[in-house]
């Protein structure tokens, strides 16, 4: 199929960072053949392009990156935002995951990357319970995704109930074991669509020798690292006791870091976790609103004055990335105090051109150039919130005063998935009124789990 989106304004996320007034873009196949002025793109392709877009009033820009969420965990939403750290992780999420049966999983991810989608994600990096059937909602919903089954060798069930991390190789073993089934089944799935990941937990649940395990099966199977880095206080400390290292050392001495590593949330680092993750050529997802929620503001401009490389994710419960740009740069600013700083351009380069970086896929996605995918979303700008619309506010006027309910187009790899502001790989309604009547259940089993848990803590 080839699609011509015609006489828009291109946010092109190229070397140059060209926005192209009165542009279009044609698309053949999955991939991108030509970006450039209607005047000259009209004349080529309108007559032989099998749909033609009016993309009047709106802009194009490439499709988000989601580098670090988690979809199943969608269903607890509304509820473990409000809770402290130990509650949210411990009490509601677990109790929920427990809860949760595959289908009820599957569910959950669908209507992630249906709210994804519709927020202008194309690519995302997911984990979560139940993960072979949240592969197969990756699969079915038509997003471009990177998987990976997280696990650790400390024993949940001492840190839950005792606060007291004891790392036993048996359970590492079977979390592998899990982890390295699932590159199997779904590495390479449907022509490189989905891909996948090695994820240890995070730096205080697994064990150096863990660690170097994970790199180990990571280069055999040929994907990426991720892993959650100092996203809680206790993190770095329990890694400092344990093996006299603060997380950055400790995992440069065990070999997991190099460029196609991503470390999430990144809050709590010392300078020699950021000189670590430079030198060593890492990248960062910065979860900018749920760290908020949370009371906490990661050392972005520290990091990206390193030469670390810096995305973005959602986390969990929800999945807007446009609120999570707007986030980041409140967040940015409160921390640093320069009301210049940073601009709206650095941020949308965190949700696009960094986050292909993070994930290997700069050549492929994250800008609208020609031999590209043709992961692209149109969004409508003939609404009163960006209006006066003139050269210089296209981007400003997204990561100011954007909302993800504008977002009338996405396409991934040259397929539409949102058209006309609705979910169309699927039924959107449908996928809506199952989610809803799944998550309604899970959260009656898993009531009471959480309450018992929270009031045992409490003691
Ligand atoms: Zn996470």
Not at 252 to 277: M, Q, S, T, W
Not at 418 to 438: K, L
């Amino acid at each position: 199929m080839s699609i011509l989106f015609k006489s828009g304004t291109i946010v092109t996320m190229s070397e140059g960072r060209d926005i192209i007034w009165d542009g279009s873009l044609y698309v053949e196949g999955d991939r991108i053949v030509e970006v450039g002025k209607t005047a000259d793109l009209v004349p080529k392709y309108e007559a032989k392009a099998d749909r033609v877009v009016d993309a009047t009033h709106r802009v194009l820009y490439p499709g988000f990156l989601n580098i670090h969420c988690h979809s199943t965990l969608l269903a607890c939403r509304g509820r473990a935002e409000d809770a402290s750290n130990w509650d949210a992780i411990w009490g509601i999420m677990a109790s929920i995951s427990e809860a949760m049966t595959p289908e009820d999983a599957y569910m959950a991810s669908m209507l992630a990357h249906v709210e994804m989608l519709k927020s202008g994600v194309t690519t995302v990096v997911d984990s979560g319970s139940h993960m072979i059937r949240a592969g197969d909602a990756a699969v079915d919903s038509g997003i471009r995704a990177f998987l990976h089954q997280t696990f650790r060798d400390a024993d949940p069930v001492k840190i839950k109930e005792q606060g007291i991390y004891e790392y036993i190789p048996a359970i590492g073993d079977q979390g592998l074991q899990r982890a390295v089934e699932l590159v199997e089944k779904f590495q390479g799935q449907d022509r490189g669509r989905i891909q996948c990941l090695m994820g240890p937990h995070a730096t205080d649940v697994c064990s150096p020798d863990l660690l170097q395990r994970a790199r180990r099966e990571a280069d055999r199977l040929g994907v990426g690292v991720t892993i959650h880095l100092a996203q809680n206080d206790v993190e770095p400390q329990q890694c400092k006791d344990a093996w006299g290292d603060w997380p950055g050392r400790m995992m440069e001495k065990a070999g997991l870091l190099g460029p196609d590593f991503i470390g999430a949330h990144a809050i709590f680092l010392n300078d020699e976790d950021i000189a670590v993750l430079a030198r060593n050529h890492c990248s960062v997802s910065h979860n900018a609103q749920i760290n908020a929620k949370r009371a906490h503001i990661a050392p972005v401009s520290d990091m990206i004055e390193a030469g670390i490389n810096v995305g973005l994710g959602t986390d969990n419960m929800f999945y807007d990335i446009i609120e999570v740009m707007k986030v980041a740069q409140i967040a940015w600013r409160l921390r640093g105090g320069d009301p210049t700083q940073p601009a709206p351009e650095t941020v949308l380069e965190m949700a696009s051109i960094n986050g292909s970086r993070a994930l290997g896929m700069q050549d492929q996605v994250g800008s609208l150039e020609a031999g590209k995918l043709a992961d692209v979303i149109m969004i409508n700008y003939n609404r009163p919130r960006y209006t006066p619309r003139v050269q210089e506010n296209v981007i400003s006027n997204l990561i100011h005063f954007g909302t993800s309910n504008d977002v009338e187009m996405t396409v991934v790899g040259g397929r539409i998935l949102v058209e006309d502001f609705t979910y169309i790989g699927g039924d959107e309604e449908a996928i809506v009124d199952q989610a809803q009547q799944s998550g309604a259940e899970v959260w009656a089993r898993a009531r009471e789990d959480w309450s018992r848990r929270m009031a045992k803590r409490k003691k």
